[in-house]
């Protein structure tokens, strides 16, 4: 997937107005999410990602602690200045791109450094 495929699909599944409106939620969502991963896994899930999008995921330093779902929102919340059920709503147009950009296995390893409550936001209800 290219970049601005990446980008049109994040656009069309949460409904923007602009390109540049998804992009905006993309880092919010995938800034979050790096602050989670070790940097090995956010390094192999970038590595599956579009150039300009992997990079989000690089910058990240060392993981903080586990984020339960509600604290994964309410950081995107806070980042984009929208409420937790908007936050929800941006965290499933990037993640579940994300899901679809990436292999199986790649996927599997990624939610297993996730808390339980996750797989929804990747498209995945199980």
């Known amino acids: ?22 992009e905006d939620v993309i880092r ?4 979050v999410l790096a602050s989670r991963l070790t940097p090995d896994e956010a390094h192999d899930l970038a590595s599956q990602l579009p150039h300009g999008i992997a990079e989000i995921l690089e910058e990240a330093g060392e993981p903080t602690r586990q984020l339960s779902v509600q604290e994964f929102l309410q950081r995107i919340a806070a980042g984009t200045g929208a409420t ?9 147009a990037v993640l579940s791109t994300v899901a679809d950009a990436i292999t199986d296995g790649e996927l599997n390893d990624l939610m297993t450094q996730l808390p339980s409550g996750y797989a929804a936001l990747f498209g995945n209800p199980a």
């Not at 937790?84 to 499933?92: K, S």
């Open 1 to 22: 997937m290219k970049y601005h495929e990446f980008v049109a699909a994040v656009r069309q599944r949460g409904e923007y107005g602009s390109a540049a409106e998804a």
């Open 28 to 31: 919010a969502v995938l800034g």
């Open 84 to 92: 937790t059920r908007t936050a929800e709503w941006d965290a499933g």
